[in-house]
């Protein structure tokens, strides 16, 4: 599954028109409330994840991209899996109760 944000270039229609065709169950940014790392996996999951990675004064910005791509590569299934299907359930809850 394929979650779009609400990026002024992920909103294009262009874009919207691609991932119309060719993306299996696409859900148009229409239907997902702006700006709600609540409702993204990736704000209140994943990125748990990543939190080992120290930044201080003075970190390189390669070193931490670096350090950020070698966790997200390494991340299991499982936790991957898990995040999806929290992610189903609040979608559900916020449609429930109307946003």
């Not at 700006?35 to 070193?63: A, F």
């Not at 350090?67 to 449609?95: S, Y």
């Amino acid at each position: 599954m394929f979650q779009q944000d609400s990026a002024p270039a992920h909103r294009a229609l262009e874009t919207i028109e691609l991932l119309v065709r060719k993306t299996p169950d696409f859900i148009s940014p229409d239907l997902l409330p702006h700006n709600s790392p609540d409702l993204n996996p990736v704000d209140y999951k994943l990125w748990g994840s990543c939190n080992s990675v120290s930044i201080r004064r003075g970190s390189r910005m390669d070193e931490i991209k670096k350090r950020l791509v070698e966790i997200w590569i390494g991340l299991e299934q499982n936790i991957i899996d898990t995040a999806i299907d929290e992610w189903r359930n609040c979608q559900r809850a916020c449609v429930r109760a109307k946003g």
